[in-house]
């Protein structure tokens, strides 16, 4: 069950006993490109990812996101942030060695979000929206009904409704973790108009993150969904 009055501050002994119980959690935490980039605590391998990226502000975001996830796995787990071993599955999901807690990441211009569980699969995902060639990317992730529903609403609801059935369909696909190997138009999430969906046992809510941004989490368990936000 999710409240809309969600987000309260991250509590990180409220977190830890979440984490016990086995409630599914999101954490957001800023993703601002203006403030100091923590690159001195990335590994060499997340160096040279860092690098990878074309755009300056991917950097920053990849950086900061990666200098919240240890920060926050570290405060749930008490594991030193130091002690924290990540590394990535055959589709580039990236997991935790030597701990069943899952994790993913997500960021979209100063937004970013973390999910976590002590031990089931977790997808996240958040967009920010933009206006571009809708019909040319709706061919290669969405359903033909899911296309004929972009199609029927107005051109200024657009947006918000491609989003908002991207970032269900792109949660469920990084919970997966087969990454893009499972072709996003065989599985249909546009349609259901409800908040909380049920895909082959997965449950995919939609999460409010503010005008102009579509988020959703997804999960393998039957669980509360307890959300937070870090202090700006
Ligand atoms: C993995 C992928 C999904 C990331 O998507 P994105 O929108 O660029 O970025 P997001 O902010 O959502 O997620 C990035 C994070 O996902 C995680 N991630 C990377 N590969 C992943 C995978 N195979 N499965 C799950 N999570 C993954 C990483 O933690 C990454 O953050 P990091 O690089 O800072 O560690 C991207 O590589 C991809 O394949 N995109 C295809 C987009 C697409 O066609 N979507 C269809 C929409 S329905």
Request: hydrophobic content about 40%; glycine content about 8%.
């Amino acid at each position: 069950m999710v409240s809309d009055a969600a987000w309260p501050p991250w509590d990180s002994a409220a977190g830890r006993e979440a984490l016990a119980r086995g409630n599914v959690q999101v954490l957001r935490f800023r993703c601002d490109v203006a403030s100091r980039e923590p690159i001195e605590q990335l590994t060499a391998e997340e160096r040279a990812r860092r690098e990878r990226f074309r755009n300056a502000d991917d950097r920053i975001r990849y950086t900061l996101g990666r200098f919240w996830l240890r920060r926050l796995v570290s405060d749930l787990t008490g594991q030193p942030e130091g002690d924290l071993r990540f590394d990535r599955g055959p589709s580039g999901k990236p997991f935790l060695r030597d701990t069943p807690l899952q994790f993913n990441l997500a960021h979209s211009g100063d937004i970013g979000l973390l999910a976590v569980h002590r031990s089931a699969a977790v997808g996240v995902d958040v967009e920010r929206h933009r206006v571009f060639e809708w019909e040319q990317v709706a061919r290669h992730v969405f359903t033909e009904a899911e296309i004929s529903v972009f199609a029927s609403v107005a051109a200024s609801e657009r947006p918000a409704m491609f989003f908002r059935c991207w970032t269900r369909k792109e949660a469920y696909l990084k919970g997966l973790g087969e990454g893009f190997q499972r072709d996003p138009r065989k599985v249909d999430l546009c349609g259901m108009p409800s908040r909380t969906m049920l895909v082959d046992g997965w449950s995919v809510v939609d999460l409010e993150v503010g005008t102009g941004c579509s988020a959703a989490v997804a999960f393998e368990v039957p669980s509360d969904l307890i959300l937070w936000a870090l202090a700006e």
